[in-house]
């Protein structure tokens, strides 16, 4: 499935905006108002389709498109993701009109809230699935907190709309590899770090782990409750205090847990001797694929014990998922997303929103193309359509897939035409790309460095004015030549480091004078030469 074209007409900073995210159409809808400034019905949804010369057919392959939403900050770019996603969902406001159009094989769709006048079939809803990857913090988990959870996909399948939020954390990681795919398809590969987990340790978390990770569960007496369940040393004690503070939450009692017998009789379904034994016996580099459906239902599954205990991925070269760094798991947890999704249907539309998030500009430079390599070995149609702030995925991304998004005086989001001192994208210089106002406007100095540069040009302009010469003398030699001068020393552009040098003998020649300016760069001069017999 691809996305076609999207309009809509009012949505947080989208105003009668309209975007194109196929290459291959020039899609335009003739919004036309009343006196009551309401649209009227039947406005025309021109889809123009282009000549074989006017665009790039198939550039990612058959069944990949990708298209990028670039522009600066507060532009609108995850505006248009969530405006995606609420057509959709039809969760607009009654009064906000919206049209989105989708291919599906040869076949173009529209979902609207209005009447208008196409040639191509009205639906519902979509007729595939939309994934959502959303912008990560620190801890590789959604800003969302109302992520779906990857181990109740099947339920989600059968809502309205079939879209799906996902997530990248360490325990939609477990759920993927351990219960979902069980044993590692061979088809997943990865070049950019080759970790690919076969192996799988479970041990049973600490009690200190335990306890602080439910606190929160209470709502009185919680350093009492927590002093007490460090005091014990019966582990079957404390297992059945957790679950009773995540059964009962802020309803807990003291005396309830307290008593080891009425904690069973209140915990009674839930069947923990086999999650002591792990206090014994852990599991220790178990091959994924051995481990039994009541392991997975035990360690693994939602509703299962996972919240008790530490998991490790190991793969052929020992190499563990705890020892990865974030951005390793940021990029390993998305890649699996796309591959398990891909396995599981056959066409769906993936929204990232900043996937480049965490990681290191040589992964972000290898992305694309990672994305790529994994998807064009699945069946089926995919487009992938990502907000970004890089430069090094844009370089990846011809110009007539791409998504320029700027503000306008009120501060709406507007699609502009292309970068406006760069024709193409791809292939382009990294730093070309950055230099564009899309993403420096101010130029791609670091603010602090500049404003230390600024104070010596600044310094000058004063000089320059011939006023108060005597006073500036002082100040000078006092508190600013020695800051200036190595200020001027660690500038690590050459051409700018000499540029500054010129404005500071210039200020030395005014206010010391020709001779002791020119005696204060001999002194310069002979201690640089005695840092280089060093």
């Known amino acids: 499935m691809e996305l076609v074209y999207l309009w809509v007409e009012d949505y947080k900073n989208i105003h009668k905006q309209g975007f194109n995210f196929l290459p291959r159409y020039e899609c335009k809808f003739h919004d036309e108002y009343d006196e009551d400034d309401k649209l009227k019905d039947d406005c025309k949804l021109e889809i123009i389709e282009k000549k074989d010369d006017e665009y790039i057919k198939d550039f990612f392959g058959e069944n990949i498109n990708v298209t990028a939403i670039v522009g600066k900050n507060g532009s609108g770019k995850s505006s248009v993701l969530n405006a995606i996603i ?79 939020k996902v997530d990248t954390s360490k325990e939609t990681i477990i759920n993927l590899l351990v219960v979902e795919i069980g044993k590692i398809n061979s088809s997943f590969e990865l070049s950019t770090f080759m970790y690919l987990p076969n192996r799988i340790s ?9 306890i602080s990770n439910h606190i929160n569960f209470i709502s009185k007496d919680r350093q009492k409750v927590e002093d007490y369940f460090m005091t014990l040393s019966d582990i079957e004690h404390q297992i059945l205090i957790i679950e009773y503070l995540r059964k009962r939450s802020i309803k807990s009692k003291f005396k309830t847990i307290q008593n080891k017998n009425n904690l069973q009789r209140i915990c009674k379904k839930y069947n923990i001797s086999k999650i002591l034994k792990l206090n014994h016996k852990p ?84 992305y694309i193309n990672e994305v790529y390599n994994l998807l064009k070995k699945m069946k089926g149609n995919n487009h992938f359509i990502f907000t ?39 292939g382009a210089n990294i730093h070309t790309l950055l230099s564009d106002s899309f993403f420096m406007e101010d130029g791609l100095m670091g603010e602090f460095a500049k404003s230390k540069i600024n104070e010596i040009i600044d310094f000058q302009k004063l000089v320059k004015k011939n006023r108060h010469i005597d006073c500036l003398t002082k100040i000078y030699l006092h508190s600013k030549q020695k800051n200036f001068w190595q200020t001027q020393k660690i500038i690590g552009e ?13 200020i030395e020649k005014k206010l010391l004078g020709k001779d002791r300016a020119k005696q204060e760069e001999i002194k310069r001069v002979e201690a640089y030469l005695e840092s280089l017999k060093k």
């Open 86 to 164: 609420n057509c959709g969902e039809k969760s607009f406001p009654e009064e906000t009109n919206f049209i989105l159009v989708y291919q599906s094989g040869d076949k173009r769709f529209y979902i609207s809230n209005t009447e208008i006048k196409t040639s191509i079939q009205k639906v519902d809803n979509f007729q595939d699935l939309i994934i959502y990857i959303d912008r990560e913090d620190n801890d590789g988990l959604p800003i969302n907190a109302g992520a779906t959870r990857l181990s109740s996909f099947k339920r989600y399948k059968q809502t309205f709309t079939n879209y799906m």
């Open 202 to 210: 479970i041990n049973l978390k600490t009690p200190r782990e335990l």
């Open 283 to 366: 599991v220790e580099k178990q091959y994924i694929n051995e481990l039994t459906e009541e392991d997975k239902k035990l360690y693994a599954r939602k509703g299962g014990f996972n919240h008790l205990l530490e998991f490790d991925l190991i793969d052929e070269k020992d190499r563990t998922y705890n020892n990865l760094s974030h951005g390793e798991k940021v990029l390993f947890g998305q890649l699996l997303n796309i591959y398990f999704y891909s396995i599981n249907y056959s066409h769906e539309i993936f929204l990232f929103d900043e996937p480049e998030i965490s990681l290191h500009p040589d992964w972000q430079k290898r």
């Open 388 to 426: 970004s702030h890089s430069p090094f995925l844009l370089s990846d991304i011809p110009k007539q897939n791409i998504i320029f998004l700027d503000k306008d005086e009120k501060g709406n989001c507007k699609v502009v035409d292309g970068l406006k001192k760069k024709k193409q994208t791809f």
């Open 494 to 506: 050459e051409y700018l480091k000499q540029v500054i040098k010129n404005h500071l003998v210039e």
